[in-house]
């Protein structure tokens, strides 16, 4: 992944080794929430904040730390 704010259906296939239709179907989900929230998506792309938070469970004052099992 580089420096972009977003984030494509091939990074999410490297990130989460799941198919392309799935990394579709992923953004097309998280798009989904974030329309209902009020923000403007850019179809096929996805912030990649609003996936690390949602896949991880980051949030802004988590950057710093780590997963754990």
């Known amino acids: 992944m580089g ?3 977003f984030m ?3 990074e999410i ?3 989460t080794g799941m198919s392309e239709g799935y990394a579709y179907k992923l953004i097309k989900q998280l798009n989904l929430e974030l329309e209902q929230k ?8 996805i912030s ?4 690390e938070e949602r896949i ?5 004052d ?3 730390a ?3 099992r």
């Open 66 to 68: 780590s997963l754990q």
């Open 13 to 15: 296939m490297k990130v």
């Open 56 to 60: 991880y469970g980051l949030r802004k």
């Open 38 to 45: 009020g923000f403007i998506t850019i179809r096929g792309r």
């Open 8 to 10: 494509d259906a091939s």
């Open 62 to 64: 988590d950057e710093n």
């Open 48 to 51: 990649k904040k609003y996936f």
């Open 3 to 5: 420096n972009s704010t």
